[in-house]
């Protein structure tokens, strides 16, 4: 674990891996769970508002990146990336298909 301006409180490298792991583990949480409010707000909505552009990005983005993560057997890295996927499949799916309101 880094302080700053000082030496390492963690001399234990399994602490140390642990740490982070779970470190890891927060930023995948964190980044899934920010897709769920556009996720919502777009079903509500019945379209997206992000670009499509960004959303074709992202996808070949977290495809490849989770493609790569699983070949390597990084679990974080795979997870984040396969599950941010379907937030992103879903807002395309409005974005290319938007819900006609009558």
């Known amino acids: ?19 982070m792991q779970w470190l890891g583990y927060t930023g995948l949480i964190a980044l899934v769970v920010s897709w769920i409010p ?6 509500k909505l019945g379209r997206c508002t992000i ?5 074709v990005l992202v ?18 890295f795979g997870l984040l990336n396969s599950i941010s996927t379907i ?4 807002n395309m799916y409005y ?3 938007p819900r006609i309101v009558q």
Do not use: C, H, R
Not at 38 to 43: D, F, H, K, L, Y
Not at 51 to 55: D, E, I, P, Q, S
Not at 68 to 76: F, G, L, M, R
């Open 1 to 19: 674990m880094f302080i700053w301006g000082g030496e390492s409180q963690i001399d234990d490298p399994v602490s140390k891996g642990l740490l």
């Open 38 to 43: 556009q996720s919502i707000e777009t079903v």
């Open 51 to 55: 670009n499509l552009g960004f959303l």
């Open 59 to 76: 996808l070949i983005g977290n495809i490849s990146l989770a493609l790569y993560a699983w070949s390597i057997a990084d679990t974080v």
């Open 87 to 90: 937030g992103v499949v879903l």
């Open 95 to 97: 974005k290319l298909f």
